[in-house]
């Protein structure tokens, strides 16, 4: 079975669940999920090209707000 796997920047708040449930349209329900990566370790080298995100974006607000509209 294909799935479909975006990008969302949930950063944007509780936005995001309306771009989430465009995804699900556009990819005729065979949208699954995001990758939204982030350091969990503190190093000199920039590591956010790889893993996606600064320092402490977990527990930025606003992330979270667009987190729960993963929920459905």
Do not use: T, W
């Amino acid at each position: 079975m294909h799935c479909d796997i975006g990008n969302v920047d949930l950063r944007i708040g509780s936005r995001a669940k309306g771009i989430l449930e465009q995804h699900v349209a556009l990819s005729g329900g065979r949208f699954k999920g995001i990758r939204n990566g982030c350091p969990l370790d503190i190093r000199p080298e920039p590591l956010d090209l790889l893993l996606g995100g600064p320092e402490g974006l977990y527990r930025d607000r606003n992330l979270r707000e667009g987190f729960a509209g993963l929920a459905g």
